[in-house]
């Protein structure tokens, strides 16, 4: 894809400014604070865009794009910038497209489908939902930032996908414009749609790529009408995911069901200064919340303390809303907690097959002891999708390398164990050097293929997904972003 890299002339960028700042009056910002902000997202990797342009309404995104088109303008969408990958990164420079003000909720309470802007926050969603008694369940821990745009471009998943799938489950329709600017409208609020090629589908996930995308429809269902939370110990982080096993091979159908390995517990003990279980210090955890009507929850429950009988080492159970969330608050500390390890994480959301989640844990303990580093690891043991962290000092050259070599190893063996790369951040830059491990040449030729047949000139979110990069040999920059705690 190299010989299609938009890279502007100044002065076919300069005229690109004056033309859209005279057809979209008061939409580009030029001061450094603003394309500072819209330089990075959580990889923390900065390139500064020539501007950033706020669109308003979605047809300022049909202009942008025409203008783009005409001046060869690398364009970079933007929702709230939370990417773990870089994929919202300005590599080319060029313009951010910031589609936050398009941010408009409706929902349809008979069809049981909401249409809302691309800039929507999950989060201001799923509670406009649940006032009415629905529920979209899509809910990637950056909820409360992501936008929908972003979670559609990326295909986002969360803990509840191990019984209600990720955000591709619940897309009907897409509105918003390919890279000449023509609109397009690919799918409706519709529960059938069999007309024509698929576009939708393969937008979804594209890290905006292949068009912008301006508003969704999205199906929405009945809200759980109960939800219960218990939290398990484990001797051994095998005889945790055993229980994964033993729990569907029983039938049950857990809402969330998250694991978190040993050195992770750890962690979090050790910020917290007490342990997790009393008298089981180190565990392996399971943490599962069952959800539906009150005879179903209350049968699962069954099902799942007779599973665990023999298997766990202790148990705690949530009976109120309160008791829950200080369940799930072992599971944000952990997350936080790790950075007394190091000061750097990598966080790699791979995925394999239920079945071979001991054989990765095991091997995140090899290479912990190969590359001296620490692998805590945790996930959405349900959906065999374990983030497994490689800590490491950025500081520290030595680290660095070590950490490289972990990444590549620990890509190579999940490909090897029949799993994927990501399971729900994408590729950005981050993950585009292990694009070769996953795919074929003749597949990674056909998606760009696509990629040329809807954006010829190369430039939607140019440098991304398909040209290797090495964020080692570019400088992280350490800021404090809306949602680190630490
Ligand atoms: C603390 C934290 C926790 C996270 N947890 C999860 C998790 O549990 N599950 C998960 O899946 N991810 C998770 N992520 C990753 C990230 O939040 C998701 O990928 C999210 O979907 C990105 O949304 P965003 O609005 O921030 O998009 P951005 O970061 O702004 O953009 C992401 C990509 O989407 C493209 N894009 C954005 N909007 C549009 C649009 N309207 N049209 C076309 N392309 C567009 C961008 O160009 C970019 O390629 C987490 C990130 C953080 C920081």
Redesign the pocket.
């Known amino acids: 894809m190299k010989n299609h890299q938009p890279i502007p002339t100044p002065q076919d960028q300069a005229a690109a400014n004056r033309a859209l700042k005279r057809q979209l009056p008061g939409r580009l910002l030029t001061d450094k604070d603003s394309r500072f902000r819209a330089s990075l997202?959580?990889l923390r990797l900065s390139v500064m865009p020539n501007a950033v342009i706020r669109v308003q309404n979605p047809d300022d995104v049909g202009t942008v794009l025409r203008l783009a088109t005409r001046y060869r303008i690398p364009l970079?969408?933007?929702?709230?910038?939370?990417?773990?990958t870089g994929?919202?990164v300005p590599i080319r420079g060029g313009w951010v497209l910031d589609?936050t003000a398009l941010n408009q909720i409706k929902i349809d309470r008979v069809a049981r489908m909401a249409t809302v802007g691309?800039g929507v926050v999950t989060a201001d969603l799923q509670a406009q939902v649940e006032a009415q008694g629905l529920f979209y369940p899509p809910?990637?821990?950056?909820k409360k930032?992501?936008?929908i745009?972003?979670?559609?471009?990326?295909n986002?998943?969360?803990?509840r996908c191990v019984k209600y799938g990720v955000t591709r489950d619940y897309v009907l329709g897409l509105k918003?414009f390919f890279a000449d600017g023509n609109p397009f409208t690919l799918g409706l609020p519709l529960k059938k749609y069999a007309s024509g090629l698929n576009l939708r589908d393969l937008l979804i996930g594209s890290?905006?790529?292949l068009?912008?995308?301006?508003s969704a429809d999205l199906k929405l269902i009945p809200k759980p009408e109960k939800r219960w939370t218990g939290m398990f110990a484990f001797k051994s982080e095998a005889a945790a995911l055993k229980a994964v096993v033993a729990l569907f091979q029983a039938g049950l159908n857990p809402s969330i069901l998250e694991f978190l390995d040993r050195q992770s517990v750890a962690c979090a003990e050790q910020y917290t200064g007490k342990p997790v279980f009393a008298g089981q210090p180190r565990s392996a955890i399971l943490l599962i919340e069952l959800d539906g009507r009150p005879a179903e929850v209350r049968q699962q429950r069954k099902g799942l303390h007779t599973i665990m009988e023999g298997r766990a080492v202790a148990q705690r159970e949530a009976r109120t809303e309160a008791q829950a969330e200080k369940l799930w608050q072992v599971r944000r500390t952990c997350s936080q907690s790790m950075f007394s390890l190091a000061d750097t994480k990598l966080n790699e959301?791979v995925v394999v097959p239920i079945e071979k989640q001991a054989e990765l844990i095991r091997y995140t303990l090899v290479l912990k002891k190969e590359i001296g580093l620490a692998t805590p690891t945790f996930g959405h043991a349900g959906d065999g999708n374990l983030h497994v962290h490689i800590m490491y000092n950025r500081a520290s050259q030595a680290d660095a390398e070590k950490a490289k070599v972990g990444i590549h190893k620990l890509m190579k063996k999940v490909v090897e164990l029949g799993g994927v790369i990501t399971g729900?951040?994408?590729i950005?830059l981050a993950k585009a050097p292990f694009m070769s491990l996953q795919h074929s040449p003749a597949e990674i030729a056909a998606m760009c293929a696509v990629k040329k047949a809807l954006d010829p000139l190369g430039i939607l979110?140019p440098g991304?997904i398909f040209e290797v990069f090495e964020v080692w040999d570019h400088e992280l920059i350490d800021l404090r972003?809306p949602?680190d705690h630490r």
Do not use: F, Q
């Open positions: 997202d959580n970079t969408s933007r929702g709230a910038g939370s990417s773990a994929s919202a589609l691309a809910d990637p821990s950056s930032y992501a936008t745009g972003g979670n559609i471009a990326c986002a998943g969360g803990m918003g890290e905006g790529t068009g912008v995308i301006t959301d729900e951040h994408g950005g979110n991304k972003l949602w």
